[in-house]
């Protein structure tokens, strides 16, 4: 079929491409890799991929192409789901014979939920969707497509069995060879990544058990399934050539560190080819590993944190001791290793008194750049169930973000209220960032370069427009 994968436009700013980790308006205006949806995209030929959000397309002229296709794929989650089905039906008012289908978290945790919210849905993709999507496309019929829901010819929605879980990941082609064709790189930006930048995925998976993170819960799993070191670094060799003016490569697997014996092997390949790149990891990268990954391109680790108490982090299960986060940070410091801390403020056990404890932690540890996020029970999680047993959140009004795409604070507890956690973000930005060290070494940065002097200050006034919109949002909610 002629095939569109779509990423629709939702709230101004709205970051659906980050998928798993943070679907909402950035503090500072960023957009990550549509990379699910390019994954599919790139086992079926001739298709076609829309990432409207950081191109900014709007929906007339989507819905103008509607006859072009016969299939349409888009990504969806919890905060973007009604905009997404708005799409389906507009694009469906316009070429009545296009065939809907869904796919992401939202979609694997709640097939039968979500279809009945749409009647315009033809079908939802479970778990790891992208050889489903692909035999849709090819019309294999849908009985007999395994990880699908769909409506059959009465109506009636019906759920195939699941998909085995892939372990040859080499099979799947380059998701590079679509950004090239449909993409325009300069679009993509990240505030603490070099533009402009490529992503991609060198595994899924993760052997964590953090009860709040979704893509391992819900699509990716406990096993990191890797791809080869030889085709990872085939794609980066593709990218040198068809993306020249590539300043850094980010490995968006959720822990590249999992297994540290290949993640130095694959260092050692990029240091051959002199590229710089960056990862996410865990705060508990021996130095010895790191000292390999420096010396052969490493400029930054995207860390999370989480938070500084230690039962905090003993309750979300996140596998980590504060004291060797802190050293892990402190060799980082040493190595020359940038780091990009992101926390959590609301998770369970928070308290006003843990609050103020990771914030004294992250001014102590001091990573390069922070994000601070609220905790975002998604369904699906252990952290969801957990929420609506223990009644820190209303499942029927379980919004995680408000009209506009800004991230607000579901969560609540008898001693911490909703607007308690969602005002300590911005104390938290504040205490970290403006304190003379900080702002000394900021400054510093910004001298030594003069595109990073209006890179910092447009990214300033972004900020400052960010925490504007979200006061707003708290006077609303009082």
């Given at each position: ?12 700013g709205f970051d ?46 989507i ?72 035999e ?6 849908m ?10 010819a ?39 990544l ?34 080869s ?27 590249f ?20 790149w ?17 010396a ?21 299960k ?25 926390f ?38 252990f ?6 047993e223990n009644?820190w ?20 507890y ?23 060290p ?20 447009r990214e300033?006034v ?8 979200r ?8």
């Amino acid at each position: 079929m002629r095939t569109l994968f779509l990423q629709a436009p939702t709230f101004d700013g709205f970051d659906g491409g980050a998928g798993s980790r943070y679907q909402a308006k950035r503090e500072i205006k960023s957009f990550w890799y549509p990379t699910w949806l390019a994954q599919p995209a790139a086992l079926v030929p001739n298709s076609k991929l829309i990432d409207a959000p950081p191109h900014d397309i709007k929906l007339p002229e989507i819905v103008a192409q509607a006859d072009d296709f016969d299939l349409v794929v888009l990504h969806t989650s919890v905060p973007s789901f009604k905009s997404d089905v708005k799409t389906i039906e507009a694009l469906k008012a316009k070429n009545p014979k296009l065939i809907a289908g869904l796919i992401g978290a939202k979609v694997a945790v709640d097939a039968a939920g979500s279809m009945a919210q749409a009647p315009a849905v033809d079908f939802c993709a479970r778990n790891e969707f992208d050889f489903t999507v692909k035999e849709v496309a090819e019309g294999v019929p849908m009985a007999e497509i395994k990880g699908l829901s769909y409506r059959n010819a009465d109506g009636v929605v019906v759920h195939n069995e699941d998909r085995e879980i892939m372990t040859d990941m080499d099979q799947l082609p380059f998701v590079t060879s679509v950004y090239k064709r449909d993409l325009e790189m300069e679009k993509y930006f990240i505030g603490y990544l070099k533009h402009p930048y490529i992503s991609f995925y060198s595994g899924r998976g993760c052997k964590s058990r953090c009860t709040f993170c979704l893509w391992p819960q819900t699509v990716g799993g406990h096993t990191y399934r890797t791809r080869s070191v030889a085709h990872v670094i085939e794609e980066i060799k593709y990218c040198l050539k068809e993306f020249p003016q590539t300043k850094e490569f980010f490995f968006d697997d959720d822990t590249f560190t999992d297994n540290l014996p290949r993640a130095e092997e694959i260092a050692r390949e990029l240091g051959k080819l002199g590229v710089t790149w960056s990862c996410n990891a865990k705060a508990n990268v021996p130095r010895k590993t790191l000292e390999v990954l420096k010396a052969n391109g490493l400029r930054l680790l995207l860390v999370g944190y989480e938070s500084g108490n230690q039962q905090i982090l003993n309750n979300i299960k996140k596998g980590m001791r504060v004291e060797v986060a802190e050293r892990f940070t402190k060799d980082c410091h040493e190595l020359g290793i940038a780091i990009h801390g992101t926390f959590i403020l609301g998770l369970p056990g928070e308290t006003r008194e843990t609050i103020q404890e990771t914030i004294a932690f992250a001014k102590r540890i001091n990573p390069h750049t922070i994000q601070v996020s609220l905790a975002a029970p998604y369904p699906g999680t252990f952290l969801y169930k957990q929420a609506v047993e223990n009644g820190w959140l209303d499942k029927d009004n379980a919004e995680l973000v408000d009209e506009n795409g800004v991230q607000i604070a579901p969560l609540h507890y008898p001693h911490l209220s909703h607007t308690e956690i969602f005002n300590s973000v911005e104390a938290f930005y504040k205490k970290f960032y403006f304190r003379a060290p900080k702002i000394a070494s900021i400054v510093s940065e910004m001298v030594r370069s003069p595109d990073m002097m209006k890179r910092r200050l447009r990214e300033g006034v972004e900020f400052w427009h960010f925490l504007r919109e979200r006061q707003g949002v708290a006077k609303k909610a009082a």
